[in-house]
């Protein structure tokens, strides 16, 4: 179930990565680095104000749902009027603040922009409720297919409203309509079992006790996504925050397609955890995070490698001065991605506790390093602190995790691959100048020693078959 889950959820993550990265390129490329940067700054506060609707009760629905889904329409029937009161208290908190945000970064457009962004909460918290629905359900095919849907959707409409001359308000008009959108469809999808459970059967206490520690982790967890942006924008020019957000959207691809990991994560190894099928509950958390390394060593030695044609590919001349800088970010969001799901099966463990202290250190740790690092080294020192954070961070977490022999082993074989790749583009770079071809030659020589060491076996092409089989099916 979880590799097949998680193939259908990955091809969801790899189109909203697609789509993201469309939008950005064309605002990019349209705006400019001043104007673009101000777009990835008011995302990155909306984004925050979003976490309070999508976290905590929509992940409960997941954890809860995941354990026992039978008992999934009797938690809906407590939990929906939360969401949807919730949601609404939170946008008009966001339209209150707006012009503090504006006038503490020293800039009066930003409390306009995001009032006007701030109408996705409502929509968006919504959706990812209906969506949870489907996870909860293990229905991980209908649950990606929502999230194709979502950026589908806002796609046409953000590039259909730039299109159309509206710009920097157009594109967040057109992230508001994707959520309206989703959210239709997913209300369409929601069918829930029929049981015969009574509401004493649910603990509305422990769904609580679970809901707000839940928020206030994935704040902490995106305010380490943030906060480095938020204090560029502070101490640097418009300039240098369009430099970083452009690297910063490239660097952050580990940590989209691990959110479609988690949400295979945390209801299948919950359920595996509340049977007692401890053999289960190794197995999901041995794989995930293996195949998570090899993909994340593959991208970062990929961008070490290329970072200059990457930057150029996507974003333009205009922006060359980010490729340094994305270099040192790829491999800092790589080890805060490993953190995160190390987070995800702790959380499955009900050690959500224990997840948000480490976040609430490690924010207080990257602030106290971005105030030193970013007057000192500018943009270079927002992505120090921002490594140093997460390579904290991962080793925090990965000693709470039973088998982190196991990803020690792993971890080392897969350096030792990456080093050898390294190397060997710098012959190619000699005799290759087509950067497509050189990233296929150098995958598939990495993939190669994968296999070699045993990283790949040959149980991992059997999944993969036997997904591809039942997907054609569908």
């Known amino acids: ?5 998680t193939i259908f959820i990955l091809i969801s993550q790899l189109i909203f990565l697609f789509s993201g990265f469309a939008i950005n390129i064309i605002l990019a490329r349209s705006l400019g680095p001043s104007e673009y940067g101000i777009f990835g700054l008011v995302l990155s506060i909306l984004i925050i104000a979003e976490l309070f609707v999508i976290t905590g009760i929509p992940e409960a629905l997941k954890k809860f749902g995941g354990e026992k889904p039978e008992f999934l329409n009797v938690i809906i029937k407590k939990t929906f009027i939360w969401q949807l009161g919730y949601s609404f208290i939170v946008f008009a908190i966001f339209l209150i603040i707006t012009p503090l945000i504006a006038q503490w970064l020293n800039d009066e457009r930003l409390s306009y922009l995001l009032r006007i962004a701030a109408i996705d909460i409502v929509f968006y918290g919504l959706y990812k409720y209906f969506a949870a629905i489907q996870n909860g359900l293990h229905n991980f095919f209908k649950y990606a297919f929502l999230g194709i849907i979502y950026s589908t959707a806002k796609i046409i409409a953000i590039v259909g409203l730039i299109v159309g001359g ?17 959210l239709g469809f997913a209300i369409v999808l929601a069918k829930l079992p029929n049981t015969h459970f009574v509401d004493q059967t649910i603990n509305t206490r422990k769904i609580i006790h679970f809901i707000f520690p839940n928020i206030l982790y994935f704040l902490g967890l995106n305010l380490l996504f943030s906060v480095d942006l938020w204090l560029v924008k502070y101490f640097l020019n418009d300039l240098q925050v369009g430099y970083y957000v452009s690297a910063r959207v490239l660097a952050r691809l580990p940590y989209f397609l691990s959110i479609g990991l988690s949400a295979v994560i945390l209801p299948s190894l919950s359920h595996a955890i509340a049977n007692g099928n401890n053999k289960r509950a190794k ?3 041995l794989d995930s995070l293996r195949y998570l390394l090899i993909f994340l060593f593959l991208l970062c030695v990929i961008v070490i490698v290329k970072n ?3 930057i150029g590919l996507f974003f333009g001349k205009n922006y060359s001065d980010a490729s340094s800088i994305l270099v040192v970010l790829i491999v800092a969001f790589s080890f805060v991605t490993i953190m995160a799901i190390n987070h995800t099966i702790l959380i499955s463990y009900n050690k959500m506790t224990s997840c948000f202290l480490q976040i609430f250190f490690l924010i207080t740790f990257e602030v106290f390093l971005l105030l030193i690092f970013i007057p000192k080294y500018q943009l270079l020192g927002a992505c120090l602190a921002t ?4 390579l904290l961070g991962t080793t925090i977490s990965l000693f709470y995790i039973k088998e982190k022999s196991t990803i ?5 074989k897969l350096s030792g691959i990456t080093i050898l790749v390294y190397y060997l583009s710098k012959i190619i770079d000699h005799i290759s100048s087509n950067l497509f071809l050189d990233i296929t030659f150098l995958t598939f020589i990495y993939l190669l020693l994968v296999v070699v060491v045993k990283e790949i076996r040959y149980v991992d092409f059997r999944r993969f078959k036997e997904v591809l089989a039942s997907s054609s099916k569908i």
């Open 1 to 5: 179930m979880v590799s097949r889950g």
């Open 166 to 182: 509206f710009a920097l308000i157009g594109a967040l008009v057109g992230n508001i309509l994707g959520s309206a959108i989703a």
């Open 283 to 285: 197995d999901i958390t």
């Open 308 to 310: 200059k044609a990457i």
């Open 387 to 390: 490594l140093f954070t997460g």
């Open 408 to 412: 020690l082993i792993s971890f080392v």
